[in-house]
């Protein structure tokens, strides 16, 4: 990895799909004594992909590099989770046509916007939150998600607020006074004011039940 930055785009998806192998295949036949070891060998590699990446030298698919972060994100350091979830939330809006869904009409680009929205970008919003936020332990992770959850009912609630409401918000932030953490339930209880200051029906009652939160 000294000369990663040397690699074309073919050699850098190479070593992703060999590294990617080995995280599949080490659990199973990995000697328990030089675990440790080769963990840190092979985590130190993909921050070398990572830290060419954030520097503008990587050459290869960055969909590659945040898949394989995302199949060992348990064992990656907060950062660089966080900067996973900054990719991720790059493709969740509306009218992302990569990810679109066709009604099956000739005007297809006026309904893939139209069929898109519900979906397939709500459901990411939710999978996103369900892994990196429910599922999750390291605080600065979760708060990354309630921040990206903000912005995303914010940017969307126009048109989309039932649906983020129902199918996002509310799912996630319905039980914050069972949240032991201090900051994120601070975080939380902010997201949840904000998500039904106008209309938020659904969030303005739980809000109600919260103890404490007038704070």
């Known amino acids: 990895m000294k000369r990663g930055s040397e690699l074309r785009a073919p050699g850098c998806d190479s070593a992703l799909d060999l590294i ?3 995280l599949k295949a080490l659990p199973r036949h990995q000697d328990e004594r030089v675990q440790g070891d080769i963990d840190a060998h092979i985590h130190n590699a993909i921050s070398k992909f990572e830290d060419l990446s954030v520097n503008n030298l990587y050459k290869g698919s960055q969909r590659k590099l945040f898949d394989l972060i ?3 994100a348990s064992q990656r350091p907060e950062n660089s989770v966080i900067r996973l979830i ?3 939330t790059k493709s969740l809006y509306p009218t992302n046509p990569g990810r679109s869904v066709t009604s099956g009409t000739s005007d297809t680009s006026y309904m893939r916007v139209m069929v898109t929205p519900v979906s397939v970008w709500v459901p990411g919003l ?3 939150m369900d892994k990196y936020y429910r599922h999750e332990t390291r605080d600065n992770i979760r708060i990354k998600c309630l921040l990206v959850l903000l912005e995303k009912f914010k940017s969307n609630r126009h048109i989309y607020e039932e649906d983020l409401l129902e199918k996002v918000v509310l799912p996630f932030l319905k039980s914050l006074d069972d949240e032991p953490v201090g900051p994120v339930r601070h975080e939380a209880i902010r997201v949840s004011r ?3 200051c ?3 029906r659904f969030v303005c009652m739980t809000i109600q039940l919260l103890p404490g939160q007038q704070e």
């Open 70 to 72: 995302d199949a060992c």
């Open 20 to 22: 990617k192998a080995l």
């Open 198 to 200: 106008k209309g938020g």
């Open 86 to 88: 900054a990719y991720r």
């Open 194 to 196: 904000s998500s039904s």
């Open 126 to 128: 939710h999978d996103l």
